[in-house]
């Protein structure tokens, strides 16, 4: 999550309960502005306020592509990603935990700012500390915190509020015997009802907060260890354990479920670039050597079933002209190049394509062919010869790097959920896609860096 969002949300919060010196709008929008130590422009964010519930979205070319909303009245945090239609909830006291205990750590961050304030709508002793200051004619209360001496005792944070409103106005951190410093400005407020829908997710949205409690996972050589790709928490919300008991379950290459447990961190027989995580034991049996599974919690698990996939010789190779047909029609385009990765058994045939490239863009997509419905995960790509889609792609898109895992399906007509893997020349990447409507959205990932 973007630590300026971060410390967005906590300076609304802060003065949606600003001092009593000071009469915070209930209602109301702003604008803020990051620059960097040389002072050139770093980040643009809108604010909306109503009360105690927070809207923060990205300005300029990329608004809408994504925002958080906080809700103190549900003790939630939302994170939305619009474009993918994707939804995490998080508890608003454990966000706030984690990014308020580190004042002592680095008073010029973003993260103490939240603390900062977080401290001042709390702490009515704090509140009073401040003294009168002005910025650019503006009437402002100053509120500093000094860093810990074991950290940087030059280093500071200093902030400015509204003397009339309680609005923010300005943050500078400084830091490296004063000789640096970053500032976040805040403008244009309009004091103005807020309409209730910007503050709720969209209907629509697919909800990933259980994707906090599962992983992708590697067999080693024997196929009875499964190194996990990153870090797995215990329940949403909840910071990285050192051994997450509730994973009981691996869902591997073919769907092939298997029962796991945790071995501990000490154990890690596939990767030793650092990049893997916890290991774990399969219960009964082994796994392919060097297949790819996803680690589930057993809740998780026990409300999904295991949907046979087909992905050998026999069912992949080049796609038929009806899937090119279709597929051309679902996005208005030529397709270029395509491949057959397999069929899950009872529903259709999941693909990889590239379509033709415009000037405008270039496209590939994975995509689900279930009778007359097409469902699509859109692979944009940049217009950077050498890195269009991968690292050191050389601008080519290759779909026989591609391969499907595995597939899984809660009650008749629920999502589908689908595993697939694309290597390339810096490693090994992994995707888990939920159906959402006519999409294929991206739910979790994963990667596992090539060993030199």
């Known amino acids: 999550m973007n630590r300026r969002i971060l410390t967005l949300v906590a300076v609304a919060l802060a ?12 209602q109301y929008s702003l604008q803020e502005r990051s620059y960097n130590y040389t002072g050139e422009p770093s980040g643009c964010r809108n604010i909306f306020v109503s009360g105690k519930l927070v809207r923060i979205e990205d300005c300029g070319a990329t608004s809408g592509k994504g925002y958080t909303l906080v809700r103190p009245d549900r003790n939630l945090v939302t994170t939305v990603r619009a ?17 308020s205990g580190n ?24 509140a009073r500390s401040g003294s009168d200051d002005t910025v650019s004619g503006t009437a402002a209360r100053k509120y500093t ?4 001496a074991s950290v940087d005792p030059t280093a500071s944070t200093t902030f400015w509020l509204a003397a009339d409103t309680g609005l923010p106005l300005l943050m500078e951190n400084r830091f490296g015997d004063n000789q640096y410093s970053v500032r976040t400005q805040w403008t244009a407020p309009v004091v103005a009802p807020q309409s209730a829908a910007l503050f709720e997710k969209p209907a629509n949205c697919a909800d990933v907060t259980a994707m906090q409690q599962i992983g992708f996972a590697s067999a080693g050589a024997t196929g009875t260890l499964l190194s996990a790709t990153g870090a797995l928490v215990s329940a949403p919300g909840k910071t990285a354990p050192a051994r997450p008991s509730g994973i009981r379950s691996a869902i591997c290459d073919g769907s092939r479920l298997v029962d796991v447990s945790a071995e501990g961190g000490a154990k890690n027989a596939v990767s030793q670039a650092g990049d893997g995580g916890l290991a774990f034991r399969v219960q009964s049996g082994a796994v392919d050597p060097g297949a790819w599974c996803l680690l589930m919690p057993e809740e998780y698990a026990a409300s999904r079933r295991p949907l046979p996939v087909h992905a050998g010789a026999v069912s992949s190779g080049p796609c038929p002209d009806a899937i090119r047909s279709k597929l051309s029609k679902a996005r208005s385009r030529e ?4 491949r057959l990765l397999g069929e899950i058994q009872g529903l259709g045939s999941v693909v990889v394509a590239e379509y033709a490239r415009s000037r405008r ?15 699509i995960q859109d692979l944009a790509g940049s217009r950077d010869d050498n890195y ?36 390339g020349a810096e490693g090994e990447s992994l995707a888990l896609l939920r159906s959402t409507g006519n999409e294929l959205v991206e739910v979790k990932s994963g990667f596992r860096h090539r060993q030199r």
């Open 145 to 148: 915190l000094a860093a810990a």
């Open 361 to 375: 863009d270039r496209l590939a997509a994975v995509a689900l062919l279930d009778g007359d419905r097409v469902l």
């Open 335 to 338: 397709v270029a190049k395509c």
């Open 83 to 99: 474009a993918d239609k994707i939804c995490e909830d998080q508890p608003l006291e454990q966000w706030l935990a984690k990014y």
């Open 103 to 126: 004042l002592a750590a680095s008073a010029w961050s973003s993260d103490t700012f939240v603390g900062v304030l977080f401290a001042l709508d709390r702490n009515e002793a704090f």
């Open 388 to 423: 269009v889609w991968r690292v050191d792609d050389g601008g080519m898109f290759d779909p026989s790097a591609f391969r499907l895992l595995f597939a899984m399906q809660g009650q008749a007509g629920s999502p589908i959920e689908i595993g697939y893997s694309w290597n």
């Open 15 to 26: 003065c949606s309960a600003a001092p009593a010196s000071a009469a915070s709008p209930g």
